[in-house]
């Protein structure tokens, strides 16, 4: 099932979390899915981080404090 950036925000506003493979998507596709989940509370799991830098990493935490988990094992 491939959703949009929009649905993605969409559902975490509404509560409902997941898992996003990173390199699949942009920093500021990210970013925004980030910040709709604060308002949702909704927990984001973000694998496949190697294309992100740890001062990004540090901006989408900031964006949802304890809503944003980063998987280092892949």
Same mark, same amino acid.
């Given at each position: 099932?491939? /959703?949009?950036?929009?649905? /993605?925000?969409?559902?975490?506003?509404?509560?409902?979390?997941?898992?996003?493979?990173?390199s699949?998507? #942009?920093? !500021?596709? +990210?970013?925004?899915?980030?910040?709709?989940?604060? %308002?949702? %509370?909704? %927990? +984001? #799991?973000?694998k !496949?981080?190697?294309?992100?830098?740890s001062?990004?990493? !540090?901006?989408?935490?900031?964006?949802?404090?304890?809503? +944003?988990?980063?998987?280092?094992?892949?």
């Amino acid at each position: 099932m491939i /959703l949009t950036t929009d649905q /993605l925000k969409h559902i975490v506003t509404a509560g409902g979390g997941f898992v996003i493979d990173a390199s699949t998507m #942009t920093f !500021n596709q +990210i970013r925004d899915i980030s910040a709709a989940a604060a %308002k949702g %509370k909704a %927990k +984001i #799991t973000l694998k !496949n981080l190697s294309g992100l830098t740890s001062f990004q990493l !540090n901006k989408l935490a900031a964006l949802a404090p304890g809503m +944003i988990v980063f998987d280092l094992t892949s």
